[in-house]
């Protein structure tokens, strides 16, 4: 699905290396797991993947299906399966998350060259899958992100994840400023789109989010680089003996 | 359930109206008709010739060359934040007409050249009465819009006449208005924007040519919207159009006015004079969508905008609502005002303006609080993109006998790129210690991060600085008519088009 080949990455701005040569190979269907201490590279991976601005690929490969992501645009890359669940959620004044959603849903359904969904078709769908993430009506209606809780902005990314159905998920510290409950319904929200087929990257600093979506496989990042990679049991490792234990063994 | 998706602002049709359009000013075709100009230049004699041509009543005559004479005293205004070449006014066209409009006027729209009608059907103007506005259907099945277009300095037509007559109402062009309601017109013509009230106002008093015509009797719920059309073909022409409201005692009428041009090197002056009198109890609501051609992308040519619009609210609790979406012109000067003469009474005023490339716009309003109670709000959203100038000018004025009177104003600034201009000029006169007045601005930027969040879901660029301008401009696009909404979310994606990246 995903491969990752000695992806060099530094910023555009200044002279700073920040990933120096990731190597990851996610399966379909399979869910990996990025753990590593602050500033290893993990959200770089995520945004570059994505296709923000700002970085500089100075070496490397990323393809999706075999597609190359680094050559396309944001846009492109989200219709091609990508998906990227923010940290930040961005708020949008005006824009009500609704029409968000179906924007973004069209737009995509759009570049695949399919038929757009009818706005009764749409609704229905959307009322169901913020069901299941506890979205009322109300959240719905309120502009993209603007007033949301910590928690509100979390699940509002996994439905617009659900939503667009996308083959291979990123999550960027999805578990940052949750609190227990709300860690619990965005993990099931995700465990709901495990079908055997899509696949996912999660991004964290803690293993409490991987008690609640279960890796098969974990990587530890630091300083830039894959330095080990395991089992679920990895993470408990960490857990156990913070980071510092691991990067001695591997240094 | 519907219901929610249209109050969300901004609709999907924005985007696809942006995908299915090139980017470029789509009205900017010219009409290949056979036109009679008057001689070139402003002279007594033109001024006598457009009232001879709209054969109008003696009195009418007298009244314009009043205004030509202090006209001629008085100074361009330079106060206003906008810089453009000094205009020669003896060289502009006063008068154009089709010339199958000359000698015999058409008696109905059947009539009428059908070159003109084609214009009008390629702008998306439904002229033919099932028609309805800009090809947008209607949500509520038969919702009717009647239309009366304006041709450089003529009217071509006005819709569903019969149907008004039946309800009292009476619109049709100002020029017919002189002659068929001509005690109507002399009554009410140049009480709320005097002939002498500024240097382009005193002009169009001059050589004002055609414009719409609207009385709304006592009582009267006008049955269905008006609307204008009004469209530059000629070259090197000015239009002046004139237009007048007027709705009596507890009447209510909803008026929508559009604009375009052809595309041209050369700049084209526009100066209009609009005047709404409203009675008691009665209200109108008067929308704009404004899209003259604006100049190229290196800021040729385009309509130098300058226009007087003011609405007097004469009776207590008379009500009235302005709201404009100002995406075209090179240079903007407007300031749709209201004087709150009648106690109770309201003046509101929603505005979007929007300014690309070379484009400048000074555009607000006056609000003149006279009577005990009167309210206004103000909500402006100016953009600025390109190397454009835009300029929120306002004043709030609370006169003596104004007690408790109140204003709200909101006056936010979208910054698109770092070679634009925002600013905010308000004025505020309070003269009794019993009014209220609340002054909110606001400057951001299209911010990078918005717009990626947009694209990693999908939205190309373009359609990702749609959705967040329209998101900014929600609290106006929501003041405006259900098929205007959509015409001006579409606008508001197209003239930005280009002005990231």
Known sequence: MLNIKNLQVGLEEEEKQILKGVDLNIGEGEVHAIMGPNGSGKSTTSYVLAGKDGYEVTGGSATLNGEE??????????????????????????????????????????????????????????????????IDADMLKRPVNVGFSGGEKKRNEILQMAMLEPKMCVLDETDSGLDVDAMKLVAEGVNALRDGKRSFLVITHYQRLLDHIKPDVVHIMADGKIVKTGGPELALEVENNGYADILAEVA | MTDMIAKDGVEEETVEAVKSLSGEYKYGFSTDVEMEYAPLGLT???????????????????????????????????????????????????????????????????????????????????????????????????????????????????????????????????????????????????????QSDNFYATLNSAVFSDGSFVYIPEGVKCPMELSTYFRINAENTGQFERTLIIAEKGSYVSYLEG?????????????????????????????????????????????????????????DRAKVMWTQVETGSAVTWKYPSCILRGDDSQGEFYSIAIANNFQQ??????????????????????????????????????????????????????????????????????????????????????????????????????????????????????????EFAMEAQALVAISLEGSVG
């Open chain 1, 69 to 134: 992501l680094l050559d396309m645009e944001p846009e492109e890359r989200a219709a091609a399966g990508l998906f990227l669940a923010f940290q930040y959620p961005v708020e949008i004044p005006g824009v009500g998350n609704m029409t968000f959603l179906r924007t973004a849903v069209n737009a995509q359904r759009k570049a695949r060259g399919e038929e757009e969904l009818s706005a009764g078709e749409f609704l229905k769908e959307v009322r169901a899958k913020a069901k299941s993430l506890k």
């Open chain 2, 44 to 194: 007594e004699d033109i001024v006598r010739l457009i009232s001879e041509k709209n054969e109008e009543p003696e009195w009418m005559l007298e009244w314009r060359l009043q205004a030509f004479e202090r006209w001629k005293q008085m100074e361009e205004p330079d106060w206003a934040m906008v810089d453009y070449p000094k205009i020669d006014f003896q060289d502009i066209y006063y008068y154009a007409r089709p010339a199958s409009m000359a000698e015999e006027k058409p008696k109905s729209l059947d009539d009428v050249d059908p070159k003109l009608l084609e214009t009008y059907a390629k702008l998306g103007i439904p002229l033919k009465e099932q028609a309805l506005l800009a090809g947008v259907e209607a949500p509520e099945g038969e919702r009717k819009v009647a239309v009366d277009a304006v041709f450089d300095s003529v009217s071509v037509g006005t819709t569903f006449q019969d149907e008004l007559k039946k309800a009292g109402v009476i619109f049709m062009s100002i020029s017919e208005a002189l002659k068929e309601h001509p005690d109507l017109v002399k009554k009410y013509i140049g009480t709320v924007v005097p």
């Open chain 2, 259 to 315: 604009c375009t041009a052809p595309q041209r090197d050369v700049a084209q002056l526009h100066a209009a004079v609009v005047e709404l009198v409203i009675q008691e109890d009665a209200e109108i609501k008067y929308s704009t969508v404004q899209n003259w051609f604006p100049g190229d992308a290196e800021g040729k040519g385009g309509i130098y905008n300058f226009v007087t619009k003011r609405a007097d609210c004469r009776g």
């Open chain 2, 361 to 482: 716009a000074d555009t607000g309003t006056k609000m003149i609080h006279l009577g005990k109670n009167t309210k206004s709000r103000i909500v402006s959203k100016g953009i600025s993109a390109g190397k454009a100038q835009n300029t929120y000018r306002g004043l709030v004025s609370m006169h003596p006998k104004a007690a408790n009177a109140r204003n709200y104003t909101q006056c936010d600034s979208l910054l698109i790129g770092d070679k634009c201009g925002a600013h905010t000029v308000p004025y505020i006169e309070v003269k009794n210690n019993t009014a209220r007045v609340e002054h909110e601005a606001t400057t951001s930027k299209v911010d990078d991060d918005q717009l990626f969040y947009c694209r990693s879901r999908g939205m190309d660029e373009e359609e990702a600085v749609a959705l967040v301008v329209n998101g900014f401009c929600k609290e106006v696009l929501q003041a405006l008519p259900m």
